[in-house]
């Protein structure tokens, strides 16, 4: 099959996408390693004082994994939202506002600058000072709070560690699933990090969920078609901050004005912008795997803009 007949293949299977929404490609997001790694975290939250969930700011409830925090529910917890610098402001500052509401402490952060690291120490002794004051009363001094870290493939926790410890224990990569196996990280006098490798849940609540765990790189990309993924990345930017995407790949009133009221609109926006970036192949056709690369790969990184992809206000 050419080039052109799979281009034809595409147009026609996004036609259906009035009546088929979400996107065909299978996600296998669930190996064998992660089951794993949930039941050393059910033995392990039992040596626990705190629980540091790790949440990536674009995404905030997607990232949040439903099992985790099942096994967590009767520790004192603290949110923080990871990659703030990606991630659009205001909505960052009213998901702070949404979970400090439930009784949960949350704290933007940039791991990669530092920012709001010191912020996140002085929560776990904040939150750990009343049963401290009283087992002291007690005759009972403690030497060490002990905290474990969680967080979903690719979120950001060695990033953490490595600027909450102020060393580089920790390996850290741009792909999900670096960590392997558990770590105990000392900071301070006080305080004992354990660190547990990211782990994802067998099965999505939605489509949603998927889609904005590929966009943000949680999902390995062996296990996704990125053309895919890329596709409804592209749309969700179209409807949501056109600007930003306007902006960054040069699209002018007058190429949105000639494809407006194509059948197969998304896909013609994602065929002008490899046009734009100069994603071609013989023929003049398009070459699909690199535009997925180049939106993917610049939305991770922060390229297009700061840009939140869950909302406050629609959950």
Avoid at 10 to 32: A, D, F, H, Q, V
Avoid at 257 to 275: F, S, T
């Amino acid at each position: 099959m050419d080039m052109y007949q799979k281009r034809e293949m595409r147009k026609n299977k996004k036609m259906e996408e009035n009546t088929k929404s979400l996107p065909s490609t299978s996600i296998n997001w669930y190996p064998g390693h992660m089951a794993k790694t949930k039941r050393q975290i059910i033995t392990d939250a039992k040596l626990i004082d705190v629980v540091i969930e790790i949440l990536d700011a674009r995404i905030p409830k997607s990232s949040q994994n439903p099992d985790i925090s099942e096994i967590v529910s009767d520790k004192k917890r603290i949110i923080v939202l990871n990659k703030c610098d990606l991630a659009d402001e205001k909505e960052t500052e009213k998901w702070t506002e949404y979970f400090k509401k439930r009784n949960i402490p949350a704290i933007a952060i940039n791991s990669n600058q530092g920012t709001g690291i010191n912020n996140v120490q002085k929560e776990i002794e904040k939150i750990m000072q009343e049963e401290l004051t009283s087992q002291k009363q007690k005759g009972r001094i403690r030497k060490t709070i002990r905290v474990m870290i969680v967080g979903i493939p690719n979120v950001g926790k060695s990033s953490f560690i490595n600027r909450i410890s102020k060393k580089t224990t920790m390996t850290v990569g741009n792909k999900p699933g670096v960590t392997k196996q558990k770590q105990w990280i000392r900071i301070g006098n006080q305080i004992e990090l354990l660190d547990t490798p990211g782990v994802l849940w067998p099965k999505f609540e939605s489509e949603e969920v998927g889609l904005n765990l590929a966009y943000t790189g949680s999902i390995k990309d062996e296990v996704i078609d990125k053309v895919e993924i890329a596709y409804y990345l592209i749309k969700y930017l179209d409807k949501n901050y056109p600007e930003k995407l306007y902006e960054k790949y040069k699209i002018m009133p007058e190429d949105i004005e000639k494809i407006k009221d194509n059948p197969q609109y998304y896909l013609e926006l994602m065929y002008l912008i490899g046009r734009k970036r100069g994603a071609l192949i013989s023929g003049g056709n398009i070459d699909e795997e690199k535009v997925a690369n180049i939106v993917l790969d610049e939305f991770k990184n922060g390229k297009i803009g700061k840009i939140t992809l869950e909302k406050v206000t629609k959950i």
